[in-house]
């Protein structure tokens, strides 16, 4: 052990790694990464995901509601009516809509499909676009009924 060489800069503590997102000087300076749509789509996926988990906990308490009789599930049903409420759900149907189209996509990825720049730059809105039209049409068929 003693015969092994030794290192220049052994004993010398090495500055641990920076992300290149923290490379750039401060709030002034430029970044180093320039946003893309892409970047977008992944981050919006997270979101929504976080979004559905919210979504899953306004349906147990839907449920609660209903098991707790019919003056518990009137109020419940009038919270989700009120501007508030339909805000929420318009956010919650965006976001299942996002993040299935985007989970797909995800799919096709594993496939090794369309992870060139320019198709993944394409994919991307088309999620955008499938999103707000699935969510806009679900909701103005809503409308149409008398559902809102």
């Known amino acids: 052990m003693t015969d092994a060489p030794q ?3 052994r004993g010398t503590p090495r500055e641990p790694p920076i992300s ?14 320039r946003w893309h749509i892409t ?12 979004v559905l988990y919210v979504g899953a906990l306004i349906a147990a308490a839907w449920a609660v509601a209903l098991a707790q009789g019919p003056e518990r599930y009137a ?3 009038g919270l989700l ?13 965006l976001s299942l809509f996002y993040h299935l ?8 990825w594993d496939t090794g499909h369309g992870l ?10 088309v999620v955008l676009a499938f999103a707000a039209a699935a969510t806009l049409a679900v909701w103005g068929i809503a409308g149409m ?4």
């Open 101 to 108: 189209a985007n989970g797909v996509r995800h799919l096709v």
């Open 39 to 50: 970047m977008l789509t992944s981050i919006l996926h997270r979101v929504t995901g976080i």
């Open 75 to 77: 109020q419940f049903k």
């Open 20 to 33: 290149p997102h923290l490379l750039t000087g401060g709030l002034i300076s430029p970044p180093l990464w």
């Open 81 to 93: 009516g009120s501007l508030p409420g339909k805000v929420v759900m318009f956010g919650l149907t």
């Open 7 to 9: 290192s220049p800069n």
């Open 145 to 148: 009924t008398g559902a809102l």
């Open 116 to 125: 060139d720049v320019k198709s993944a730059n394409a994919s991307s809105v």
